[in-house]
C-alpha cells in the first residue's frame, strides 16, 4: 500500500525539490531550527544568518550569544536553539574540520548515533539530516507521516517513531532519492489536505479518490 501511496501522491504534486538549502551546513541549521516551528519562520532565520555571514560552522562560532539569538529569533525557542546550534557547529569543527558533510557521509548507523549524543538533535533532526545533507537510505518519520499512516489505518495514532520508521524502510527499496521525495510528499499533502483539524477529504484529496476514505479522518 506505501507503494501505491507514494504513485499517487507523485501523480498529484510532482517532485518536491528537497530540501531547501545552499549547502550541507545550512541544511543541518534547518533541521535544528524547524523544531516546533514553521518553516517559513525557519527561513526568516537563515537568511538572517545568511546576511550576517554565518551559515558555516567556524562563522557561526564567531558569534556571542546574544547575537546569534537575534540572528534566529524568528524561528522560535531561540535560546536553546542557540545552544544547539553551537553545539553542533563546534562539534564540526572539532571533529570534522568544519565539513559536515564528512560526517553525514559516513556510516549510516554510527553516524546516526554521533548526532544523537549531541545536545537537541533527536531522532527526525538526526534522519533528516542524514537524508537530506547526507544523501543516506533512511526514512524521516514527523508528526505528518504519523497522521496519514493513522488516518489510512496503517498504523496507531500513537505509533512510535522506530516502529513506523520499520514500516518504511520495510516497504520500499532502500533509495535516498525515494525517501526524500516521499517524505517531502507527505508533508505538502499533510498541509494541503490531512490537516490536524478538519481534514478536507472530500475537497479533491488524491488519497481519498485513489486508495481509501481515511478511516481515521472526521469530515
Known sequence: MLTRVYEVL?????????????????????????????????????????????????????LDEAELQRLIRPAGFFRQKSRYL????????????GDVTRLLAGELLAARAELLSLPG?????ADSMLLYGGGQAIFVIDAYTRR????????????????????????????????NEYHALLVRHAKEFCTSRAPRCAAGCPLAQKIV??????C
Open 121 to 125: 538533535i533527536g531522532p527526525e533532526t
Open 213 to 218: 476514505a481515511c478511516p481515521g479522518c472526521f
Open 148 to 179: 496519514i499512516c493513522a488516518r489510512l489505518g496503517l498504523t496507531p495514532p500513537d505509533a512510535d517513531y522506530a516502529t513506523l520508521q520499520a514500516l518504511f524502510s520495510a516497504a520500499l527499496p532502500a533509495d535516498a532519492k525515494l525517501f
Open 86 to 97: 553551537r553545539c553542533f557547529a563546534a562539534h564540526i569543527v572539532a571533529n570534522y574540520s
Open 10 to 62: 507523485y501523480a498529484a504534486y510532482g517532485a518536491q525539490h528537497w530540501w531547501p538549502a545552499r549547502d550541507g551546513f545550512e541544511m543541518t541549521l534547518g533541521a535544528i531550527l524547524t523544531q516546533n516551528t514553521r518553516w517559513e519562520n525557519v527561513e526568516k532565520a537563515i537568511a538572517n544568518m545568511r546576511s550576517a555571514g554565518v551559515t558555516d560552522a567556524a562563522a557561526l562560532l564567531t
